[in-house]
């Protein structure tokens, strides 16, 4: 499915650069552009919660920034874990208690649904297990709900995170092709983004194969735990039972950090139970759509809290999606590169996420404790700036090979007024699904205004020399910037920089 990306180039101060629109994708399998819609994402979570302790902690924490997505949907699933059950009462126990703090959370920021409203958004899903139990005349409240949803004439895409077995998914979308048109479907397949923590039933693979334009995130499995320990998602918290997690700080992830930061927290921390296995394996699923300043969830080889994915057609499947694997060759993959604990790097597919780790914790931690304390009792996100422009959408620029830009964070400022430590830094990984990745070069990291040399349009291959540089090329600057509060909490500002080559810009052939 190919889509224009839709936002304006923020102009920055530059010098060097180019007005030219961004670098074209070259030839090949034609990979989806950004979503660059404004507002909050729209979402649909189906859970198998209450199969065990996991899916209650990802849904306390998925209230806790309910304020920044749109709710539209909370259905309670089967899986492979849980073949002949649902729970949607745990889910509705959680909006309640939600509803005894939301009070105080009004206090930090605003857009909280009312625990009414959230209640009433909760169904139960397909109470039998796989495609066994989805056809005609097995609609159900849940079903019915997806279907809603998916319909809804909205400009924004709608997120479906999907937390267990997908057969609720599978029967509404049955249900919406049995009584619309072929171009109306495919406008409403078009609209739908699938973030899926592996494979739990038999219906993500039949979704797969009769909807091929769906934007599927997934690294397809087998629908049980034998696959687990190779998938991005466990990148969370599974370095003790996954064993995968060489690098990370494994002390933010035990029930003893939780203990402290989460469930001595007042009456929705008393809602958090302790994992049995590990924390909060369905998280990575909507923890991209938190708005950081990183919008991973505009594109997912953006990379960002929930992970980083590229555009591939993993082996059995009919199409390309966004999966784990790729080309190690020019390092257009699914691996980051990250400096763990000890100070050795690593390289991995769960590094995507765990590399966020302490930053994602911190304001898990922090939000936790807005439930119980005031303002001035709590730390708020620091406010970012670049270039003069304010928000945490995207800024893009376009400067032509050997040309330099000034990046400028004057106007970063913490809301509760402590100092900020300001880093720019370039992620390598980030965005290479169609197009090379470009180099840069940032003179001043740690400065409020810094310069960046734009090298080259293309990165040296795995053999240097062996092919020479074409073509326009991409790379991503993160600005991280991180207050002195308690605990400390970090927003960030992603730039986008095209990167035209030099032949290109001045019309020679």
């Given at each position: 499915?190919?889509?224009?990306?839709?936002?304006?180039?923020?102009?920055?101060?530059?010098?060097?650069?180019?007005?030219?629109?961004?670098?074209?994708?070259?030839?090949?399998?034609?990979v989806p552009g950004a979503d660059?819609?404004?507002?909050?994402?729209?979402?649909?979570?189906?859970?198998?919660?209450?199969?065990?302790?996991?899916?209650?902690?990802?849904?306390?924490?998925?209230?806790?920034?309910?304020?920044?997505m749109d709710l539209e949907a909370m259905?309670?699933?089967?899986?492979?874990?849980?073949?002949?059950?649902?729970?949607?009462e745990t889910m509705h126990a959680i909006a309640k208690v939600y509803g005894q703090v939301r009070p105080n959370l009004l206090l930090h920021d605003k857009g909280w649904p009312t625990a009414e409203e959230l209640d009433a958004r909760i169904y139960a899903g397909q109470p039998g297990y796989g495609m066994a139990d989805t056809g005609p005349g097995r609609e159900t409240a849940g079903s019915a709900a997806v279907a809603r949803a998916i319909e809804k004439?909205?400009?924004?895409?709608?997120?479906?995170?999907?937390?267990?077995?997908?057969?609720?998914?599978?029967?509404?979308?049955?249900?919406?092709?049995?009584?619309?048109?072929?171009?109306?479907?495919?406008?409403?397949?078009?609209?739908?983004?699938?973030?899926?923590?592996?494979?739990?039933?038999?219906?993500?693979?039949?979704?797969?194969?009769?909807?091929?334009?769906l934007e599927y995130?997934?690294?397809?499995?087998?629908?049980?735990?034998?696959?687990?320990?190779?998938?991005?998602?466990?990148?969370?918290?599974?370095?003790?039972?996954?064993?995968?997690?060489?690098?990370?700080?494994?002390?933010?992830?035990?029930?003893?950090?939780?203990?402290?930061?989460?469930?001595?927290?007042?009456?929705?921390?008393k809602m958090y139970p302790k994992f049995m296995f590990i924390m909060e394996g369905d998280t990575p699923s909507y923890l991209g759509l938190i708005d950081n300043g990183l919008n991973a969830y505009r594109r997912p080889d953006w990379g960002g809290w929930g992970g980083r994915y590229v555009w591939l057609q993993p082996y059995g499947e009919t199409h390309a999606m966004w999966?784990?694997?790729?080309?190690?060759?020019?390092?257009?993959?699914?691996?980051d590169r990250v400096k763990g604990l000890d100070g050795q790097f690593y390289v991995t597919d769960q590094a995507t996420v765990w590399r966020w780790r302490e930053a994602f914790q911190n304001d898990f931690a922090a939000r936790m404790e807005w439930t119980i304390a005031d303002y001035a009792h709590a730390n708020h996100a620091p406010a970012v700036?670049?270039?003069?422009?304010?928000?945490?959408a995207p800024v893009e620029v376009t400067v032509e090979a050997g040309g330099k830009l000034v990046l400028d964070a004057k106007g970063t400022k913490d809301p509760d007024g402590q100092p900020v430590h300001l880093k720019w830094w370039v992620y390598e990984e980030a965005?290479?699904?169609?197009?090379?990745?470009?180099?840069?070069?940032?003179?001043?990291?740690?400065?409020?205004?810094?310069?960046?040399?734009?090298?080259?349009?293309?990165?040296?291959?795995?053999?240097?020399?062996?092919?020479?540089?074409?073509?326009?090329?991409?790379?991503?600057?993160?600005?991280?910037?991180?207050?002195?509060?308690?605990?400390?909490?970090?927003?960030?500002?992603?730039?986008?920089?095209?990167?035209?080559?030099?032949?290109?810009v001045a019309g020679k052939p």
């Open positions: 499915m190919k889509r224009a990306w839709l936002a304006a180039v923020v102009v920055l101060g530059m010098m060097g650069a180019t007005g030219a629109a961004p670098a074209q994708l070259p030839a090949g399998p034609v660059m819609f404004a507002g909050k994402p729209r979402v649909v979570v189906i859970s198998d919660i209450g199969n065990e302790p996991d899916d209650q902690m990802s849904f306390v924490r998925l209230l806790l920034y309910s304020n920044q259905v309670a699933s089967t899986s492979t874990w849980q073949k002949t059950a649902t729970h949607p004439e909205d400009a924004r895409p709608l997120w479906i995170c999907l937390w267990g077995g997908v057969n609720t998914l599978a029967q509404a979308l049955m249900d919406l092709r049995g009584k619309h048109s072929a171009a109306e479907m495919d406008a409403m397949v078009g609209r739908l983004r699938v973030s899926s923590i592996s494979d739990q039933d038999d219906a993500g693979p039949w979704i797969r194969r009769e909807f091929p334009e995130v997934v690294k397809p499995s087998m629908p049980n735990s034998n696959d687990y320990q190779a998938a991005t998602w466990t990148g969370i918290s599974g370095d003790m039972y996954y064993r995968n997690g060489l690098g990370a700080d494994s002390s933010l992830v035990t029930n003893e950090w939780l203990e402290t930061h989460i469930r001595a927290k007042g009456p929705l921390g999966s784990q694997g790729g080309d190690e060759f020019f390092r257009a993959n699914s691996q700036m670049v270039n003069g422009v304010g928000g945490t965005g290479l699904s169609g197009t090379q990745g470009a180099t840069l070069e940032i003179a001043s990291p740690e400065a409020e205004r810094t310069e960046v040399v734009a090298k080259s349009p293309c990165r040296e291959p795995w053999l240097a020399g062996l092919i020479p540089c074409r073509g326009d090329g991409v790379a991503h600057v993160i600005l991280e910037v991180t207050d002195a509060g308690t605990p400390k909490l970090t927003s960030y500002r992603r730039v986008v920089v095209h990167v035209k080559a030099a032949a290109a």
